[in-house]
């Protein structure tokens, strides 16, 4: 049989700014017989991701992602269903998700790559698997649990940077949902300002490409800043830290506007911005949601309950067709998304 792939075609450089043509689609061929323990999947969505920028590099700088090889097929979130299956585990037609999908429209996968989901935790909305309802909603839910230390009740104030992308748009809502009175998202037009505020129930939002983000922080949050989740770095992360309260809380989830510079992770703040981190005690401990997969399946049943109830909102920027992932994640590093970006490469559920 023969199905559609795509490859990684060039490396961007650890300086360079990826795009669609580091990617190339091909044909091959998928064998017709499956071995005991495997299963055959038709490829539903696609997820790209910030953090697969460093799996672009031949040296990721981390010792958990791997990295993609030159002319071998890219993978990162997938969902999709089963056609055929020599694995007690799995039956033909469920629905079943990986981290380490590979980008390609059928393919035979070892099941214990796979886990089952329920199209009923997210209301049959499949592709919310590979966002709020999956690792970018845990990442959300279990940082600010673990490391936003939020009292309801106390009138915090918590600033989102990256705040209309995939974890930055459920970070806010998370914030109001455990207890905090103002929060604030940043993002980089009009039309997400107005979506954070009018759809997802930020309080107020700030345009970083206009006007100075430090006076507009310091406008809306007159009490200062006590948990910030911090997308981006840079610039915009030193200007809220300068605004954070004595004893504050950063959620370190990512730092997008590094992401194409060769730098530790996570970047060093510049002298004066870690003087004032000192200074006030402001924690900026690393966070990664896979030290802590035992909140995992709770943490599902939590956001699938929230997006249930109507609580959490969910929002996604869909692209079709396996030929447009490199398109899709160019899109996604510069902002082209609101909400989680997604890929699909067939919506057909049923085998």
Same mark, same amino acid.
């Given at each position: 049989?023969?199905?559609?792939?795509?490859?990684?075609?060039?490396?961007?450089?650890?300086?360079?700014?990826?795009?669609?043509?580091?990617?190339?689609?091909?044909?091959?061929?998928?064998?017709?017989?499956?071995?005991?323990?495997?299963?055959?999947?038709?490829?539903?969505?696609?997820?790209?991701?910030?953090?697969?920028?460093?799996?672009?590099?031949?040296?990721?700088?981390?010792?958990?992602?791997?990295?993609?090889?030159?002319?071998?097929?890219?993978?990162?979130?997938?969902?999709?269903?089963?056609?055929?299956?020599?694995?007690?585990?799995?039956?033909?037609?469920?629905?079943?998700?990986?981290?380490?999908?590979?980008?390609?429209?059928?393919?035979?996968?070892? /099941? +214990?790559?796979? #886990?089952?989901?329920?199209?009923?935790?997210?209301? %049959?909305?499949?592709? @919310? !698997?590979?966002?709020?309802? &999956?690792?970018?909603?845990?990442?959300?839910?279990?940082?600010?649990?673990?490391?936003?230390?939020?009292?309801?009740?106390?009138?915090?104030?918590?600033?989102?940077?990256?705040?209309?992308?995939?974890?930055?748009?459920?970070?806010?809502?998370?914030?109001?949902?455990?207890?905090?009175?103002?929060?604030?998202?940043?993002?980089?037009?009009?039309?997400?300002?107005?979506?954070?505020?009018?759809?997802?129930?930020?309080?107020?939002?700030?345009?970083?490409?206009? /006007? +100075?983000?430090? #006076?507009?922080?310091?406008?809306?949050?007159?009490? %200062?800043?006590?948990? @910030? !989740?911090?997308?981006?770095? &840079?610039?915009?992360?030193?200007?809220?830290?300068?605004?954070?309260?004595?004893?504050?809380?950063?959620?370190?989830?990512?730092?997008?506007?590094?992401?194409?510079?060769?730098?530790?992770?996570?970047?060093?703040?510049?002298?004066?911005?870690?003087?004032?981190?000192?200074?006030?005690?402001?924690?900026?401990?690393?966070?990664?949601?896979?030290?802590?997969?035992?909140?995992?399946?709770?943490?599902?049943?939590?956001?699938?309950?929230?997006?249930?109830?109507?609580?959490?909102?969910?929002?996604?920027?869909?692209?079709?067709?396996?030929?447009?992932?490199?398109?899709? !994640?160019?899109?996604?590093?510069?902002?082209?998304?609101?909400?989680?970006?997604?890929?699909?490469?067939?919506?057909?559920?049923?085998?």
């Amino acid at each position: 049989m023969i199905v559609q792939r795509v490859v990684l075609n060039s490396r961007p450089g650890k300086n360079g700014n990826p795009v669609a043509e580091n990617f190339r689609i091909e044909e091959v061929n998928l064998s017709d017989n499956i071995n005991e323990g495997q299963v055959q999947v038709r490829t539903l969505y696609l997820s790209v991701d910030p953090y697969m920028r460093c799996r672009m590099n031949e040296d990721t700088g981390t010792d958990y992602i791997r990295a993609w090889q030159l002319s071998q097929v890219v993978d990162g979130g997938g969902i999709g269903i089963v056609e055929e299956s020599k694995n007690i585990n799995f039956t033909k037609g469920d629905f079943v998700i990986s981290f380490n999908w590979p980008w390609q429209t059928k393919v035979i996968l070892d /099941g +214990n790559s796979l #886990e089952k989901v329920d199209p009923q935790l997210v209301d %049959g909305n499949l592709s @919310y !698997f590979l966002g709020a309802i &999956g690792m970018p909603g845990l990442t959300s839910l279990i940082g600010i649990q673990e490391k936003g230390h939020i009292t309801a009740g106390s009138n915090q104030t918590m600033v989102v940077s990256g705040a209309a992308g995939a974890c930055g748009s459920l970070a806010g809502q998370i914030g109001h949902l455990m207890g905090c009175s103002r929060v604030v998202g940043i993002c980089g037009t009009q039309e997400k300002c107005l979506f954070l505020t009018s759809e997802l129930g930020f309080d107020a939002a700030v345009n970083y490409k206009k /006007g +100075n983000v430090a #006076e507009q922080l310091r406008e809306l949050c007159p009490a %200062g800043v006590d948990v @910030y !989740f911090d997308n981006v770095g &840079g610039d915009i992360s030193d200007a809220v830290i300068s605004q954070m309260n004595q004893n504050s809380h950063i959620i370190l989830c990512g730092q997008i506007s590094q992401y194409n510079k060769d730098v530790p992770y996570p970047p060093p703040l510049p002298p004066a911005v870690e003087a004032i981190q000192k200074e006030r005690n402001i924690t900026r401990e690393r966070f990664l949601v896979l030290n802590h997969k035992d909140k995992f399946e709770s943490g599902i049943l939590q956001l699938s309950q929230w997006f249930k109830e109507g609580k959490l909102k969910i929002k996604e920027t869909v692209i079709n067709g396996l030929e447009n992932m490199g398109a899709a !994640f160019q899109s996604m590093m510069t902002g082209g998304n609101i909400g989680k970006q997604i890929v699909c490469i067939s919506e057909e559920t049923s085998v």
